[in-house]
């Protein structure tokens, strides 16, 4: 019994690594950034990977803004706009957005937003993560 066991562990042991690409499915890929103004406006964040994605996550660094009118642009010229605005305040400065269909490629996305009283000196920076 302890013989199977040993067997058993040091075959699991000597198994190879998961492959890259069931690594990288697990994994938020970074797909752009941008710096954005203190006083609020319309931006948008050119993506900088040709990876197909289900997800995206948008962060804020450096203050805090309401965002609105959030618009993806995929490959193939349709779009998705999520319903709803995204506040970026305190310790809630992430949020996931679920893509409708199948993976596919992102070519930006576009915001408009507005910063808020309390979000500091200088422009936010606006992160874009996409996963698969």
């Known amino acids: 019994m302890l ?3 040993l067997i058993a562990l040091v075959f699991f042991l000597c198994l190879p690594p998961a492959p ?15 710096r954005v103004s203190s006083r609020g406006e319309r931006d948008i964040i050119r ?9 995206i996550r948008l962060t804020v660094e450096g203050g805090e803004l309401e965002m609105f009118d959030v618009q993806v642009t995929f490959a193939d010229g349709s779009t998705f706009s999520p319903s709803g605005r995204f ?6 400065r992430a949020r996931v957005i ?5 993976a ?17 000196h ?7 993560y996409g996963r698969q």
């Open 104 to 120: 596919r490629v992102i070519r930006w996305i576009t915001f408009y937003y507005r910063s808020l009283p309390s979000g500091g």
């Open 20 to 34: 890259a690409s069931a690594r990288s499915q697990q994994q938020w890929v970074h797909l752009g950034a941008r």
């Open 3 to 5: 013989r199977t066991a």
């Open 98 to 102: 679920a893509l409708p269909g199948a």
């Open 122 to 128: 200088g422009g936010p920076t606006v992160q874009a």
């Open 87 to 92: 506040t970026f305040t305190g310790h809630s």
């Open 47 to 55: 993506t900088m990977n040709g990876g197909k994605f289900k997800r």
